[in-house]
C-alpha cells in the first residue's frame, strides 16, 4: 500500500523559505513520477512541480519557477521541495503525489497516490 507522508508546512513571513518533504512508502518508486501540487481555499489542485525518478529534469509551474526546487533522497525514498523567495499567493495545502505511469502532468486526475498534505501559510 502506498503512503506518502508530507512534513514541514508551517506560517512564514513574505520573503521567507520553506522546505517540505515527502516520505514515500510501499513501492518501489523507480518508475514513477513524483509531484507537488497545492490547493488553496476556493481554488482547485494546482500542478507545482515534479519528476520522474528514472529522470534527471524536474518540472515546474510558471508561477514557482526560480524561486522553488524539487530535489530527492533516493535512499530514503523522500522528495523535496525547497521553497523560496515566498509569496502570500503560495499560500495554500501542499500534497505530494506519485503517478505510476511514470508522467509528469498538471492535471490532478493522472496522478494515483496522495499525500493528506501539509499547510504553508504566508503572510504579508
Known amino acids: 500500500q502506498v503512503q506518502l507522508l508530507e512534513s514541514g508546512g508551517g506560517l512564514v513571513q513574505a520573503g521567507g523559505s520553506l522546505r517540505l518533504s515527502c516520505a514515500a512508502s510501499?513501492?518501489?518508486?523507480?518508475?514513477?513520477?513524483m509531484g507537488w501540487f497545492r490547493q488553496a481555499p476556493g481554488k482547485g489542485r494546482e500542478f507545482v512541480g515534479g519528476?520522474?525518478?528514472?529522470?534527471?529534469?524536474?518540472y515546474y509551474a510558471d508561477s514557482v519557477k526560480g524561486r522553488f526546487t524539487i530535489s530527492r533522497d533516493s535512499s530514503k525514498n523522500t522528495v523535496y521541495l525547497q521553497m523560496n523567495s515566498l509569496k502570500s499567493e503560495d499560500t495554500a495545502v501542499y500534497h505530494c503525489?506519485?503517478?505510476?505511469?511514470?508522467?509528469?502532468?498538471?492535471?490532478?486526475?493522472?496522478?494515483?497516490?496522495w499525500g493528506q498534505g501539509t499547510q504553508v501559510t504566508v503572510s504579508i
Open positions: 510501499g513501492r518501489t518508486f523507480s518508475s514513477y513520477a
Open positions: 519528476f520522474n525518478w528514472s529522470g534527471i529534469r524536474s
Open positions: 503525489a506519485a503517478n505510476s505511469k511514470g508522467a509528469v502532468v498538471p492535471g490532478p486526475a493522472e496522478w494515483d497516490y
